[in-house]
Nanobody, 119 residues
Framework: QVQLVESGGGLVQPGGSLRLSCAAS????????MGWYRQVPGNERELVAE???????NYADSAKGRFTISIDNAKNTVYLQMDNLKPEDKAVYYC?????????????WGQGTQVTVST
C-alpha cells in the first residue's frame, strides 16, 4: 500500500523553479509533521524543510530564502516550492511524515523524486 505519493521533480535550468508535492494516504493518521529531505550519492540524507500541521516551519540554511514549504491539512499534502535553483540542489528529494506521539511515534518516507538542475 502506497502511503506517500510524490510528484513534481524533473530537470530545470539554474535559476528555475520546481514545485514538489507529497500526498499522504488517509491510512496515516495523527500526522504532526511533514517535510522534505534530499540525498545525493555518497552522502547522508539531509533535511531541506519541514512544517507542522500548525504551520511552524524549519529550513536548512541552504533552503532559506529560496524554498518555501506549505501544507494543506485538508488534503494531507505538503508542498515544496523551490525557486532560484542551483546545480548543487540536484538530488533525490524524499517526502517525510511524522505521525503519532510518544511511544506510538511513526515515521514514513516517500519513494523519492529526482531533481536535476543543469544547463
Amino acid at each position: 500500500q502506497v502511503q506517500l505519493v510524490e510528484s513534481g521533480g524533473g530537470l530545470v535550468q539554474p535559476g528555475g523553479s520546481l514545485r514538489l508535492s507529497c500526498a499522504a494516504s488517509r491510512s496515516i493518521f495523527e500526522i504532526i509533521d511533514m517535510g522534505w529531505y534530499r540525498q545525493v550519492p555518497g552522502n547522508e540524507r539531509e533535511l531541506v524543510a519541514e512544517i507542522t500541521l500548525g504551520g511552524t516551519t524549519n529550513y536548512a540554511d541552504s533552503a532559506k530564502g529560496r524554498f518555501t514549504i506549505s501544507i494543506d491539512n485538508a488534503k494531507n499534502t505538503v508542498y515544496l516550492q523551490m525557486d532560484n535553483l542551483k546545480p548543487e540542489d540536484k538530488a533525490v528529494y524524499y517526502c517525510h511524515v511524522v505521525a503519532g506521539r510518544g511511544h506510538e511515534r511513526r515515521y514514513y518516507w516517500g519513494q523519492g523524486t529526482q531533481v536535476t538542475v543543469s544547463t
